[in-house]
């Protein structure tokens, strides 16, 4: 209202957002490999926090809408650089319960944002949402300067080598990110061009990007599509619509509360190779992948049943319940997937989550645009399953790569066969 654009033109300020996400890994990625993961998270964070006061205090939408951008690609190392630093932490055996922390904790955000925003924006000024984000980034911001080490190993060494010249006088001591021949901007050139490359040559890469993609949009659409079920269907105020999200937020902290069954079961596939002949703690990626695979049939149950119960009949809890399953779901199929991409591209996993963030904002930009005109126009319920339907047909790629993707990687330039 203030600014007098259309809700299209508003809607804008989210797609640019997750635009920057999208953009920003594929040259973070590298430079947190130069540099390492510290100066990187501080360096975003800090831009972060500059990127915000141009919305808290914008004038008009041109300004919100790129300042939004820049806001996006300064955060976006927090989604694809933690990922390596989550690799740099853990050992292969380890990776099961850290990345469902780290696959969860990119949505959990999405489900509590509209919950604060709700209310914010319903008995304070709408510029408290930037100066809300404000105070928490500087407090973030200050948590990394003073807690977060460095985790990378290559810069680690660097930094030893650097010590011990110094201490002995000594300059035959190098660390073999030292003795790289290509520079900063090889790199960057090559990982912004290597994520491109895995999702043509990859078809696993391609495919599971994809159904990702595809749950990243449904869930950025949902911050529209609520507001237009539960206002248009049981009249809710702007706040009580913001705690519709809790149903998303509550299923995808049970995700991450299933975890110990999920790792049981892959100690569990780990003692069956062993008893086929494997050797002892051998492993395969696709071991990754069940999750994914509940997931995938949760995901499509929850849309169908949001779309359904969306009648002004059934009390509002139906759907918000359904919506919780949808999220169960989508924890479950990001963190098969995440940990699947990692542990089979072990040289190139910053170039597949970088890839796989690519797609994903492709989607979570885009379908904000048409997703209050398409529940408007299809219904409520058709609209849901109309969602419910595109994930049935990529249901199948998780199972299907987990029972033949060894056969497939064996046939691949970049997996590990």
């Avoid at 996400?21 to 990187?40: K, M, N, Q, T, V």
Wanted: aromatic share 16%.
């Amino acid at each position: 209202e203030e600014f007098h654009c259309s809700d299209e033109v508003a809607t804008l300020g989210l797609t640019s957002f997750v635009c920057g996400l999208g953009l920003g890994p594929l040259f973070l990625a590298p430079l947190s490999e130069f540099y390492g993961r510290r100066p990187i998270y501080i360096g975003s964070m800090t831009f972060f926090l500059i990127w915000l006061i141009p919305s808290a205090v914008a004038r008009n939408i041109q300004t919100m809408i790129i300042a939004r951008f820049f806001n996006g690609v300064a955060g976006s190392a927090f989604l694809s650089v933690a990922g390596g630093t989550v690799r740099d932490l853990f050992a292969r055996h380890e990776l099961q319960a850290p990345m469902m922390v780290y696959s969860a904790s990119p949505f959990l955000g999405p489900a509590l944002g509209p919950l604060v925003g709700g209310f914010i924006n319903s008995f304070a000024d709408w510029r408290w949402t930037f100066y809300t984000l404000m105070i928490w980034s500087g407090v973030l911001l200050v948590c990394f300067i003073f807690v977060v080490p460095e985790s990378f190993h290559p810069v680690l060494l660097r930094e030893k080598a650097i010590r011990l010249r110094n201490e002995t006088g000594n300059h035959r001591f190098k660390a073999p990110l030292e003795k790289m021949t290509h520079s900063v901007l090889d790199s960057v050139l090559m990982s912004c061009t290597r994520p491109l490359k895995l999702l043509y040559h990859e078809h696993m890469v391609l495919n599971l990007c994809l159904f990702s993609a595809l749950l990243m949009g449904i869930l950025y659409l949902f911050f529209g599509a609520f507001g237009v079920v539960f206002v248009g269907t049981h009249q809710f105020q702007l706040w009580q619509v913001g705690l519709t999200f809790l149903g998303i937020f509550v299923g995808m902290i049970v995700a991450v509360g299933l975890d110990p069954i999920f790792s049981r079961n892959y100690e569990r596939l780990v003692r069956q190779r062993e008893a086929q002949g494997g050797e002892p703690g051998g492993s395969e990626p696709e071991f990754r992948l069940p999750p994914a695979i509940v997931g995938s049939v949760l995901v499509p149950v929850g849309l169908f049943f949001f779309g359904w119960t969306s009648y002004r009949s059934v009390h509002w809890i139906v759907p918000i319940i359904a919506s919780g399953i949808f999220g169960l779901g989508e924890v479950l199929l990001f963190s098969g997937i995440f940990t699947f991409l990692v542990d089979a591209y072990p040289m190139y996993a910053a170039s597949a989550l970088a890839a796989n963030s690519l797609v994903r904002s492709c989607f979570g930009a885009t379908f904000p645009l048409f997703g209050n005109q398409m529940y408007e126009k299809l219904g409520y319920q058709w609209a849901s399953s109309l969602l419910a339907f595109l994930s049935i047909v990529m249901m199948p790629f998780p199972y299907l790569f987990f029972k033949y993707g060894k056969r497939i990687r064996a046939n691949s330039r970049h997996a590990k066969s």
